[in-house]
């Protein structure tokens, strides 16, 4: 974590606070423990156990686990429970508590202002946690909604887990939930439209749609996806960015598939609602899904909090191949020597919730275990298009490598992945470098008739 998190919050602060702290609720927050001795004891969240070895001292205010050496105060538990940085979670246990955070860089106007937006934002948070309620009830009371849902081969355990939920028909089901509809914080947090400014036309943004509640890390409900129970169109739809929500930042499944990404030892990226919670179904908890967008290099960041080794499995049509193409320019950038990077792509006709059910379980994990590494899919995305029989389809080859090799950070893939793009090209290496580092923009007039007719993506605005 960056020292200046550390060095703005006042020391003396932190020591307060984590003496006002209590740990052992803290804790209890996400772990369930009993009383053993002097100690509390339960199962540790940051590997998968049978038997009980991850332990918390409430006199000493520190936890430890005998199984994978986890340990640490409560500021560390929330890091490495949530994903939080290190600001973020001292902001967490500081509310808990009750204390303001000092930061010495912000003057007090700054701090006023920061304090009223997370309390407009806190707000906000229950009303959509109000919504999620509300949902999961209706669920239980649609039976065109479960049988929808068994088709699928989702269970109740599986739904109560990810909060499944469905949202009816009616135009203002949402007028039975709240006592005020006409509350313009409905409309700030996406819950509901309002027609042309005109409170009267205000309706409900989801309706008759199985709802997806979307989770921050740290378990709040922030937005929702809702995907329709016959052919209409969309067929998902989806929060608006809020507040709350970015859909950029975010992804589905994350705070449920914490535990389960620990255990597997990696992360599993699909495309949609549905592949998360049917491969949880079917004992692949560590799935996670961007909410209908390309994933962003945000996205990679926030996995790599949680696992250093990331799979992207996409379906094997056109526009699977381009969002694994997209995750690539995302992963680029972060692919340190440290971290591994992995792309499936399924047959053309399945998705992961389709492989599983028609090859099985073990035919799955195997294809993720031979998923291919990030460097041979650089190499297979700059020849994409290209005839290497050929000088003009190499050169091609060779322009459309620069990029992707560009983004990388330096270290010892980087250079390794020099070579293999020098083989790809038939150049020597010192050649490859000399050309890339001459290679200009074309000019103006020339750029449209220069560009590749299949260009691979570049490396994404921050």
Request: glycine share 8%; proline share 6%; charged share 25%.
């Amino acid at each position: 974590m960056p020292d200046n998190a550390r060095v703005s919050i006042p020391s003396a602060f932190l020591q307060d606070l984590l003496a006002r702290a209590d740990l052992v609720e803290v804790v209890g927050r996400h772990v369930a423990l009993r009383k053993s001795g002097a100690n509390y004891l339960g199962l540790c969240p940051f590997h998968g156990e049978k038997s009980p070895s991850f332990t918390v001292s409430p006199a000493k205010q520190f936890y430890h686990c005998f199984g994978c050496g986890a340990h640490g105060n409560a500021i560390d538990f929330l890091m490495a429970h949530t994903g939080a940085g290190f600001r973020e979670a001292v902001h967490d246990l500081a509310a808990q508590v009750g204390l303001t955070v000092p930061e010495e860089e912000r003057s007090p106007e700054q701090r006023a202002r920061e304090a009223a937006q997370r309390r407009a934002q806190q707000t906000l948070t229950e009303l959509m946690a109000q919504a999620a309620r509300a949902y999961r009830a209706q669920l239980k009371t649609s039976p065109r909604a479960i049988e929808y849902l068994k088709g699928r081969g989702l269970t109740g355990a599986i739904a109560k887990a990810y909060g499944l939920g469905y949202a009816p028909a009616q135009r203002r089901f949402l007028s039975t939930v709240f006592a005020d509809y006409q509350d313009a914080r409905l409309v700030e947090c996406g819950l509901v439209i309002e027609g042309d400014g005109d409170e009267a036309r205000r309706h409900d943004r989801f309706r008759d749609r199985i709802m997806f509640p979307i989770r921050n890390v740290k378990g709040e409900v922030i937005g929702f996806g809702g995907r329709v129970l016959d052919g209409g169109e969309p067929k998902y739809l989806n929060s608006p960015e809020t507040p709350l929500f970015h859909k950029g930042e975010e992804l589905y499944g994350l705070y449920e598939a914490r535990s389960a990404i620990r255990q597997a030892g990696c992360a599993l990226v699909v495309e949609g609602y549905m592949d998360v919670v049917a491969l949880a179904q079917l004992g692949f908890g560590h799935g996670v899904a961007t909410l209908g967008t390309a994933c962003t290099p945000e996205h990679v960041r926030k996995l790599l909090r949680f696992t250093d080794d990331v799979v992207f499995a996409f379906d094997g049509d056109t526009a699977g191949r381009r969002a694994a193409q997209r995750a690539l320019t995302a992963a680029l950038p972060w692919a340190g020597d440290t971290r591994r990077f992995r792309f499936l792509l399924l047959p053309p006709e399945h998705d992961p919730d389709s492989y599983i059910r028609t090859h099985g379980a073990e035919a799955f994990a195997a294809a993720l275990a031979q998923a291919t590494p990030l460097s041979r899919f650089v190499l297979e995305v700059a020849a994409d298009g290209c005839d290497l029989a050929t000088a003009e389809g190499r050169a091609r080859a060779a322009a459309q490598a620069r990029p992707l090799w560009q983004a990388l950070p330096d270290g010892a893939l980087k250079r390794q992945l020099l070579h293999e793009l020098a083989d790809l090209a038939a150049l020597e290496v010192r050649d490859l470098e000399q050309l890339w580092q001459k290679a200009a923009p074309p000019a103006r007039g020339l750029a449209r008739a220069s560009r590749p007719a299949a260009a691979p993506p570049g490396r994404p605005a921050r």
